[in-house]
Structure formats: structure tokens, C-alpha cells
């Protein structure tokens, strides 16, 4: 158990972490994470340290900083980084200490919350004008500030090199003529190195140092200082105290024209020194499939016609330095030189099902074909053996990546291991595959105009239009590590190590106290609790949507591996929508294909997770972000900021909208996570959606005044839901998270209610001008008298506005602009209400809607607000028995596709489609969370 400690100093408000799963690691390499706070529980100016303890009741070095504020300026949620340590605790407590306690509390321990108590070590950063070093105690990288090396070099702690000149490689060819299919043999490749802009230290320990480096891409034989490249580079990389291993995040934004050229091969290389050392002391390690290790020497004494002697073949295996040559078996000795060294290595993860290994024992001679395996762990370690008990050629380096099966093709090389200097490189889109073809997959089939594209949209699905099926400018974001170790590895800790790098530990708060802090709002709350255990009806509440939302969630985990949604651009996302008679995901159909954020499945896995805990929900919640926040977003180019609609294609869609970036998608991992610095960058970048609204119409082909429509900065057109949605919650986290931008986007988002307020029929006017200068909001062009209008879509409350809504009156309390309230609980009371109830309030009814089931949300949001059993009851009544999922309509249950049905054996559930399993999951989840202090949900069930 977490204990207390006994200094009356120290005791303070506090919150609780554990590991993800239940499971703490063998061995932690250090750790961020994020904790939520209450409204006013922890104020800046009198709050000056935070103490960390293990669940042995020992201070543990804490590195702190906020990452968002209540709108009061208490803190709301603040980012933690722990050290490396050799044993993981179970769990740990972080304290609040007020300035008078601090100055009570022994001076031990308030050393201790800075990460420097007695020997402890410390995370230290030099920077100087050409190179920035950082030192964990456990390594040493340097950093160029320019130049070819994104890592200069990885040192030991007595300074042996353990691996140098790390370097982005990235292969590029010309796109085939049309017609010619001849990939392999087409023209030659260019090679271009990663060329260094900029180095920056963004944090500098004690427990914690982050190091930023961008760049692009260039020619290999390019000459000047920096020139001009292709494909920009960001990658940061992660140090903690007493930590070996470093974590680099590696993004690349996508600049080419795939019409002219074309990316053959993308990785990350680097130099491992291997001089004065033995052939028989260097290693090779390469996880295999399901914790298997291919462990062998570069030269072997083992499985020969002589015999060495046991021990010599026990310290190979086991990667020790052998004994001398005179303490061998004579006659193998003197043979010994005969044995052959194997000097390159390859693995190719080429398909999520398999992947195929060889080596050489130099160039211009065979490969010999390797053991393979199915799914390849993505790491690999080249180094020595010391001789002599001497360290300063001892280790090499382990370098992995994650999702390195699922991100396919994927591949591994080692080089020059018999040489001087071995060279590692880690493919993040193998060369051994075919060329990435980023090419639109279809001509346009004669759509020319926009009647076209429209007719044909009413039979496929698709948007489609000249010259938006682009590419440019969208990216994707890749996790490696990288573990300077001083001595070769057993076969069992590589497995541990690739372990680690697959799923990396993460602490988390337990579900109800993020609740209970009310920090990512309270449209959801814990499914499983003791407080939901307290009557009979909510017991049964409980039970049955934990069930069904199991059941949900279950499947797209089945379908995912099932279906092999994996792939260097694909793998995180969900499929649209099921076609019975194939027995098949609509993969090749338009805009029934991949799901692009259509609908908030990202909102219903975060949900799930907060209302769970689950750690498989926080993973596959986790890659649908990497996924949609990178992929299905423009970062630059002409449609910067905007995401793209679903398709077969990720980018390509016309349909180009702020709904698809819409920042409350990656909102929760960013906070959970201690404000991961990439995601960060997502977030601000949505900002900047509003300007790409001015390039690019997103109603453009349905407007009545298409033909006179001209976006106006002081008077631009956009829906209330789904445009207003996702400007108001880029607004909202950038005020929440502080910054230089908060106060302007505080301005434009309490300015904008206000407007929304002031409209005669608030929400429901559909459409209205808004004011990108001030964030004013004003009635739409055909309605400049405001005397009311009244547009209702299905869509505009299912991508955020009912989460940032109740965020926004929740959170603001005297600050929300009078009216904005009432006019939200007008949208959410009549979206369901019968037309009669709609006609008299408004003097006509919204028409039939689409999409109940998941908007009797806002019935139970109303009723919530109010108090109102009757509008309770109605929800659960919507809920239960409008269009979606019911009792009545679906089986809850999969079927096993005929075997020659499918291309694989497969389950499928024909009744499921990503839309409606996110409606009815955020609408379970959300009805739950409003409605158990309201009404009994057994009372409310159709008889």
C-alpha cells in the first residue's frame, strides 16, 4: 500500500498512480505522466514543490510543471517525470506542499523532490555554440547544432563510444511512367541524409531532458552548409536520470509530388564502433516473433566438428568475453581461423503476418536464409564483448522501434559487423518493399464539375475533385529507442528490452479521481465502482452497458487483427462501414472505407478508457490518435489545420474540414501522457484552421450561393457544429494549457458564445458569420435582421460539440457569457423532441433526423441540467428505441465467416459500422454519467 509519510510537513492534498495494466515493469528506464487536479487545490503562488513517494513510503526524485490551468488560475493538470531505477515500485503519491510546509519539511526531502537527494543522480545538459551534450550518469549523447548527424554520439559512462554518426536516410526514385508498372527496375535511387536546421533543449532535467532536432532531407552529394532538402524532419529525444535508454519520437511531413517521385526507403542509421575487439567477442541480437531473440556472435565457436570447451561456448552464448585463446581446446585454436564471420545481417517485416531474415559473410557473396517468424519484435543490437575485464571497447548499442510489425514495411540491416565499424539501420519503410505510392487510386472517372461529384458521391460515398486527392503536407509520427548498453545483452533481456519498447509503462490516475477532479470533464464517469454498486438498479445499469460496450470494443480489437488494419499509413485507424455480401470492410468503396475520425470514434476509445481504465482501450485509443492527429491532417501546404473526410485513401477526400482535426481528439492522450510535446504541436496547429477556411470553402459544392459565395475574414460562414465545435475547443485547450496564445483564444471563444448567445435561435440558425479578427459570431447573411432561422443537421453535434459544450459551462462558471447556456439546453431539449414540440417552439419542426440513438445524449444532458425526470426518462426511451443499436435489432453477438467467404478466417458482426458503435458508445457512456442521480434505468426499459 501507499503510504504517508510521518512529517507533519509533508502531509498535504495528494494523488495516486499505478501502471497502466496493473503490471510495473521489471525495470523502469524513467517515466512521464500526467495527474489532474480540483478546481483550486493547487495555486502557483502558494504551492512551490511537489513530493513524490513510492508505495514503500521512500521519496522518489520528481521532476514537475503544469500543463493546464482552471479558468480561475488554479493548476489543472501538471506533467511528472521519475527517474531510471533498477526495481519499479507498484505505484507512487504525489503531494501538494505549501510554501509554509515546505520551509518546515527536512531538507532531505525537499532535495529529493528536485531529483538530487544524496548521490542521486541527475540529468545534466551543456549546451555550447556547436554541440549540446547531455549526460544521465547511465550515457552520454552529443548533439551537432548542424550537419549530417542527428546524433553525433552515445557514450558509455567511462566514455567508450558506444554508437556515433546517427543519421536519417531516406531513398527516392521517379515515380513509373504511366502504363509502366516496372517499380524494381525503374530509375536510380537518390540517396538524401538527414541535414540538420536546428538543435534546440526544450527541458533541461534534473530527472528529465528533452532535446528537439529538425531538419530535412538532402542529397547525399549536396555541398553547402544547408541546403536545400526534401521531406522536414522533427525528432525528440528523451533522457532520464540513471536512464541507458533513449526515447526518440520521429516525425516526418510528407512534401512531394507523388506523381513525379517516389520514397523507396526511410530510416535511421548509425555507426556502432567495433576496433580491437575479437570477431568471436561481437554480438548480434534481433528479436524474432512472440519474445524469441536470435542471439549469435559474429563469429561462432559453437555447433563446429571440435569442441572449444563447454565454458568458452557457455561465455559466447551468454555474449561474455571468451577466455584467451590459450585456455581453449588446443586443436581448436589452431583451426579456428577457418570458421567464417558473418558480417551483414537483414530481417524484413515486409506484411503484418510474416517476416523473412538472412546474412552474408561480406558483400558480392550469398545471403544464407535465416529462420523467420511471423511478427518481429522491430529491435536489434550490434556490439563487443570487453577482453580483459577491460570496458573501453565493452557494449554497443540496441536500437527498436514500435509497431514495428504493424507499421509495415518495416526492416532491420546491420552492415560492416566484421569490419571496424558495424552500422545499424533501422527502416521505418523498408527498401525491400515496393515504392510507397502516395498517387490518387483512381482518375477522377469524369467528374468535372460539381454536379458530378456530387452525383457520384450519391453512389460511392466519395467526395471527390480535381487536385484534392494530395498528400502534401500530411505526416506521421514513428516511436524508436535507443539503449546505449556496456555490455552485450543476454537473450532474455533483449526480450525484456523489446517488451518495453512495444508497450512502454505509463502511470495513470485510477478513473475516479480524474472524475472526481472534473479536469477532462464530467460527460462520462467509472462503470465499475463501488459507488455504481450501491443499488440493485444501478448494479444493473452498470452490468449491461459494460457489456455491451465490451462486447464493442472487443470486436474492432478482433477486426483490427482480423482484417490487418496495419501499415506504414494505415495502422491506428478504423474501418467505415461492413458489406454483408462480401463479407468485407468497404476498404475500396469511396467514402465507406477508412473512418478518418468520422463520427468521434476517437472520443468513444478515450471514453471508454476514463470510464474503463483498460489498458488495451488506452492502446488502441493511443494509435487512433498517432493515427488521425498525423495522417488525416494537413500540417502544411494550402490546407494546413484541416483534416480530410473518410475515404480510401487517408488524404483523399476533397472534403477538407476542421471536424477531422478537431483538438478534443487528442486532448486526453495529451494530458495523460504529461503533455507529450508532439501532440502539442497538433494542438497548436489547429489553431491556425481558420485561415485555411479563407483557401478553401469547405460547403463549396453545396452552397444555394455558390456562385457568389467569397470567404470574408470579418464575415466568414460556418456550421455552429461541426466548424464552431472544433475552432471552440482549439480555443479551449489553448487557454486551458497557458502560452502565448491563450489570451487571444480565450478572447475568440468567450466572444464567439456570446455571439451564439445573441443569435434569436442560438444553435439551431445551423450556419452563421463569424469574425476571425475578433471571434465575433453574427446572424447568417440570409438572415441579417436575426429574426431567426432554423438549420438542424445530424452531424453537427456528433463531432465534439457535446463535449466541449459541457466543458465550456462546466468549466467557466462566471465567465460564461450570459445566454450561451440556454441556447445549448434549447439544441440539446428539442434535437429529439417530437415535431409538434418543435413547431411550436420554433414554428417548424427540424425535419426527419438521422442519428437518434447517439443524440438522446443531449435529451439526457438537458435533463440533467434541470433536474427533469420526464426528459430522463425520455433519453433512456431514445436510447433504447430509436435507430442504432437496440435489444431489438442486433444480436450482440459475431458470426464465423465461411471459410471461402474471406481471403483469412474472420468474425463479423454485419450490423456494425464504426458511426453508429461510436454513437451508441458515447451515448451509453455520457446517459450513464448524466442520468444515475436522476432516474432508476430499469424504471425507463420498454416492456
Not at 528529465?208 to 532538402?229: D, F, I, K, W, Y
Not at 460496450?549 to 487483427?561: T, W
Not at 461541426?722 to 491563450?742: I, M, N, P, Y
Request: charged share 20%; glycine share 10%.
Amino acid at each position: 500500500m501507499t503510504t504517508t509519510p510521518s512529517d507533519p510537513a509533508r502531509r498535504g492534498k495528494a494523488a495516486s498512480v499505478r501502471w497502466l495494466g496493473g503490471r510495473e515493469p521489471s525495470t523502469s528506464y524513467g517515466t512521464t505522466f500526467g495527474l489532474p487536479w480540483a478546481r483550486g487545490a493547487l495555486l502557483p503562488a502558494h504551492t512551490s514543490w511537489l513530493v513524490c513517494t513510492d508505495d514503500a513510503g521512500r521519496d522518489v526524485p520528481l521532476q514537475s510543471w503544469p500543463t493546464a490551468f482552471w479558468a480561475d488560475g488554479s493548476v489543472k493538470w501538471t506533467a511528472h517525470a521519475i527517474p531510471a531505477a533498477a526495481r519499479a515500485s507498484s505505484g507512487y503519491r504525489v503531494e501538494l506542499v505549501d510554501g509554509a510546509q515546505a520551509a518546515a519539511a527536512a531538507p532531505d526531502a525537499r532535495a529529493s523532490s528536485h531529483g538530487e537527494r544524496g548521490n542521486q543522480v541527475a540529468v545534466t545538459v551543456t549546451s555550447h555554440d556547436n554541440e549540446v551534450q547531455v549526460d544521465t550518469g547511465a550515457i552520454v549523447a552529443t548533439f551537432s547544432r548542424s550537419g549530417r548527424s542527428v546524433l553525433s554520439s552515445l557514450a558509455g559512462p567511462s566514455g567508450q563510444i558506444l554508437a556515433e554518426d546517427g543519421r536519417l536516410v531516406l531513398l527516392q526514385g521517379s515515380t513509373p511512367e504511366p502504363g509502366d508498372d516496372d517499380w524494381v527496375s525503374g530509375s536510380p535511387v537518390q540517396r538524401f541524409w538527414s541535414c540538420v536546421h536546428e538543435t534546440v533543449v526544450e527541458q533541461s532535467g534534473p530527472v528529465r531532458a528533452v532535446v528537439a532536432v529538425r531538419g530535412e532531407h538532402a542529397l547525399e552529394e549536396a555541398r553547402s552548409a544547408q541546403p536545400r532538402g526534401v521531406v522536414p524532419f522533427r525528432l525528440r529525444f528523451y533522457f532520464y536520470a540513471g536512464s541507458e535508454a533513449v526515447r526518440v519520437v520521429h516525425t516526418l511531413v510528407y512534401d512531394g509530388q507523388p506523381q513525379t517521385s517516389v520514397i523507396r526507403g526511410l530510416g535511421i542509421r548509425f555507426q556502432v564502433p567495433l576496433r580491437g575487439t575479437a570477431l568471436y567477442d561481437r554480438h548480434v541480437r534481433i528479436a524474432g516473433a512472440d519474445g524469441g531473440v536470435l542471439a549469435e556472435a559474429v563469429q561462432g565457436v559453437t555447433g563446429l566438428w571440435k569442441d572449444p570447451g563447454e565454458q568458452v561456448r557457455r561465455a559466447q552464448r551468454e555474449g561474455r568475453p571468451l577466455p584467451p585463446v590459450d585456455a581453449w581446446d588446443a586443436e581448436f585454436a589452431r583451426l579456428h581461423r577457418w570458421v567464417p564471420s558473418w558480417s551483414d545481417y537483414s530481417l524484413a517485416q515486409l506484411s503484418p503476418d510474416g517476416f523473412t531474415a538472412k546474412k552474408r559473410t561480406k558483400p558480392g557473396h550469398s545471403w544464407v536464409n535465416m529462420p523467420g517468424g511471423t511478427k518481429a519484435g522491430g529491435l536489434v543490437y550490434v556490439g563487443s564483448a570487453a577482453r580483459g575485464g577491460s570496458s573501453s571497447s565493452a557494449g554497443g548499442l540496441a536500437l527498436g522501434q514500435r509497431h514495428f510489425w504493424e507499421r509495415y514495411p518495416t526492416s532491420i540491416d546491420i552492415r560492416g559487423a566484421a569490419g571496424d565499424e558495424g552500422e545499424i539501420t533501422l527502416w521505418l519503410y523498408s527498401p525491400a518493399a515496393a515504392p510507397m505510392d502516395l498517387r490518387p487510386y483512381h482518375d477522377g472517372l469524369g467528374e468535372e464539375s460539381y454536379d458530378d461529384q456530387l452525383a457520384a458521391m450519391q453512389i460511392t460515398y466519395e467526395d471527390w475533385e480535381p487536385g484534392l486527392a494530395s498528400p502534401y503536407g500530411i505526416s506521421r509520427t514513428n516511436e524508436i529507442f535507443l539503449f546505449g548498453l556496456i555490455e552485450t545483452p543476454s537473450a532474455s533481456r533483449v526480450a525484456q528490452l523489446t517488451r518495453y519498447l512495444r508497450e512502454p509503462p505509463l502511470l495513470v490516475a485510477s478513473s475516479r479521481y480524474i472524475y472526481d477532479t472534473a479536469a477532462l470533464g464530467q460527460y462520462w464517469s467509472p462503470l465499475v465502482d463501488d459507488r455504481d454498486l450501491s443499488s440493485s438498479s444501478s448494479s444493473s445499469l452498470s452490468r449491461e452497458l459494460r457489456s455491451n460496450l465490451d462486447f464493442l470494443f472487443r470486436f474492432y480489437q478482433q477486426q483490427i487483427a482480423q482484417r490487418r488494419w496495419y501499415g506504414f499509413w494505415d495502422h491506428g485507424d478504423l474501418m467505415h462501414t461492413y458489406d454483408a455480401d462480401r463479407h468485407a470492410w468497404r476498404y475500396d468503396v469511396g467514402g465507406y472505407a477508412w473512418d478518418n475520425s468520422e463520427l468521434s470514434p476517437d472520443l468513444w476509445l478515450w471514453t471508454y478508457f476514463l470510464c474503463t481504465g483498460r489498458e488495451d482501450a488506452f492502446r488502441a485509443a493511443e494509435a487512433l490518435t498517432r493515427h488521425t492527429g498525423e495522417v488525416d491532417v494537413y500540417h502544411i501546404g494550402p490546407y494546413g489545420g484541416l483534416g480530410t473526410r473518410h475515404g480510401v485513401q487517408h488524404w483523399g477526400d476533397s472534403c477538407k474540414q476542421a471536424r477531422v482535426s478537431n483538438a478534443l481528439y487528442r486532448r486526453v492522450y495529451y494530458f495523460l501522457s504529461g503533455g507529450d510535446e508532439r501532440v502539442a504541436e497538433l494542438l497548436d496547429e489547429t489553431l491556425g484552421a481558420e485561415q485555411t477556411l479563407l483557401v478553401l470553402d469547405p460547403y463549396r459544392k453545396v452552397r444555394t450561393d455558390r456562385g457568389a459565395y467569397r470567404p470574408d475574414p470579418a464575415a466568414l460562414s460556418i456550421s455552429l457544429g461541426t466548424d464552431w465545435s472544433a475552432l471552440a475547443s482549439s480555443w479551449f485547450v489553448a487557454w486551458e494549457r497557458g502560452g502565448a496564445q491563450s489570451s487571444a483564444a480565450k478572447q475568440k471563444l468567450l466572444r464567439s458564445m456570446a455571439g451564439i448567445a445573441r443569435l434569436q435561435n442560438g444553435f439551431v440558425t445551423g450556419y452563421a458569420l463569424y469574425d476571425m479578427r475578433t471571434g465575433d459570431v453574427s446572424p447568417p447573411a440570409h438572415d441579417p435582421d436575426n429574426r431567426g432561422v432554423v438549420k438542424v443537421m445530424h452531424l453537427s453535434a456528433v463531432f465534439g460539440l457535446v463535449e466541449i459544450c459541457a466543458e465550456l459551462i462546466s468549466c467557466l462558471a462566471d465567465e460564461l457569457p450570459p445566454g450561451f447556456e440556454a441556447a445549448w439546453l434549447e439544441y440539446c431539449r428539442y434535437f429529439n423532441a417530437p415535431a409538434d414540440e418543435q413547431r411550436q417552439r420554433y414554428g417548424v419542426d427540424f425535419g426527419r433526423l438521422q442519428l437518434r440513438q447517439g443524440h438522446s445524449r443531449l435529451t439526457a444532458y438537458v435533463a440533467a441540467r434541470l433536474g427533469d425526470e420526464a426528459l430522463a426518462r425520455r433519453a433512456w426511451d431514445e436510447f433504447h428505441t430509436t435507430d442504432g443499436y437496440n435489444a431489438e435489432s442486433v444480436p450482440w453477438k459475431t458470426q464465423r465467416v465461411e471459410t471461402h467467404d474471406a481471403i483469412a478466417p474472420a468474425e463479423e458482426a454485419p450490423w456494425v459500422s464504426t458511426n453508429l458503435t461510436a454513437m451508441y458508445g458515447l451515448a451509453a457512456m455520457q446517459n450513464h454519467a448524466f442520468l444515475k442521480g436522476i432516474v432508476h434505468y430499469k424504471q425507463t426499459l420498454p416492456m
